[in-house]
Nanobody, 122 residues
Framework: QVQLVESGGGLVQAGGSLRLSCAASGRTFSFYAMGWFRQAPGKERELVAAVSWSGGSTYYTDSVKGRFTISRDNAKNTVILQMNSLKPEDTAVYYC???????????????WGQGTQVTVSS
């Protein structure tokens, strides 16, 4: 079992930045690939970014490439999503998730956090 808690969401103007953190507890964090998902009102949940257990491999959905960066610190059991050049269309609830095995664009994850709201005003 892995428990995930997100933080760092908030309200920001377009063009601004936010840094989301996900703190993990429970089973060995470094066993898991980690992902950040988002869900906007009326839309399906989508995978935004993912990072392999070692941090050596990453995945980004096309709409955030060049603006978002995912990283992890296995010593601190945390995964970070740095979001720059934010756009109103980035507004959503952002979720941290963990899965066994690295599958870059997979949507099937085993553990989920409760989510944190990100709102980007125009």
């Amino acid at each position: 079992q892995v428990q995930l808690v997100e933080s760092g969401g908030g309200l920001v103007q377009a063009g601004g930045s936010l840094r989301l953190s996900c703190a993990a507890s429970g089973r060995t964090f470094s066993f898991y690939a980690m992902g950040w998902f988002r869900q906007a009102p009326g839309k399906e949940r989508e995978l935004v970014a993912a990072v392999s257990w070692s941090g050596g491999s990453t995945y980004y959905t096309d709409s955030v490439k060049g603006r978002f960066t995912i990283s992890r610190d296995n010593a601190k059991n945390t995964v970070i999503l740095q979001m720059n050049s934010l756009k109103p269309e980035d507004t959503a609830v952002y979720y941290c998730a963990a899965r066994v095995g690295w599958a870059p664009s997979a949507n099937e994850y085993d553990y989920w956090g409760q989510g944190t709201q990100v709102t980007v005003s125009s």
